[in-house]
């Protein structure tokens, strides 16, 4: 079992449409949670931060639940700039500290 | 500042030949990482240096793959003999080390063993 799992993309949907991805992991002794976004050809770059309790940022919303050990990100109002890939990440501190990305999901945003 | 730069940004070697990628990581961060991305999958994890130290290796393909980080700053990450299957794009990122802060990427490395 891969140490973080992500939905399988893509995810093609309409302008204004809400989209949510999972991502789940298997160390029970992780720490922190991000979302990255990936646009093609291009590095990754920081979405959000998840907090334990959740977070929002805008049209975007994390969550965490430690218990099933998985995070979400839900966009509302999806723009087409929201097309891209979407990367969880986890740090596994019981491993030194290193971070462990999923394989992504691809969301498209159609007109 | 300056962000995490690596070089070069593309290159082109024959299979079997030795190549060096450098990463410069933004001052002051003591977690560097490199991670190895192929065309449409995501993103590999190679290894992790805290300091000029790598509390985890278990990344790295094959023992054809070395890094070093000397002075708390600039890695290199090595490939002898390449092989075709080598080919991807190379990206390095840094961080301040603190729980939670995150990683901050260069543009990578897109190297082509032919």
């Known amino acids: 079992r891969k140490e973080v799992e992500q939905d399988p993309g893509p995810f093609n949907v309409p302008e204004g449409a809400t989209v949510a991805f999972n991502c789940t992991y298997s160390n029970s002794a992780s720490q922190s949670f991000f979302w990255y976004r990936q646009d093609c050809r291009k590095e990754p770059k920081l979405l959000m931060s998840?907090?334990?309790s959740g977070n929002e940022d805008g049209r975007f919303t994390a969550q965490l639940n430690r218990a099933s050990q998985y995070i979400s990100l839900l966009i509302r109002d999806s723009k087409l700039s929201d097309s891209a890939t979407y990367l969880c990440v986890v740090s596994f501190y019981n491993q030194g500290g290193k971070l462990i990305f999923g394989q992504g999901t691809e969301l498209s945003v159609k007109p | 500042g300056a962000g995490v730069s690596q070089s070069p940004s593309n290159k082109v070697t024959e299979k079997g030949k030795d190549v060096e990628l450098r990463c410069d990581p933004i001052s002051g961060h003591t977690a560097l990482y490199w991670y190895r991305q192929s065309l449409g999958q995501g993103l590999e994890f190679l290894i992790y240096f805290q300091g000029n130290s790598a509390p985890d290796k278990s990344g790295l393909p094959s023992d054809r793959f070395s890094a070093e980080r000397t002075g708390g700053s600039v890695s290199t990450l090595t490939i002898q003999r390449t092989q075709q299957e080598d080919s991807a794009v190379y990206l390095c990122a840094s961080s301040d080390g603190v729980a939670n802060s995150p990683l901050h990427f260069g543009n990578g490395t897109r190297l082509t063993v032919t």
């Open positions: 998840v907090y334990s």
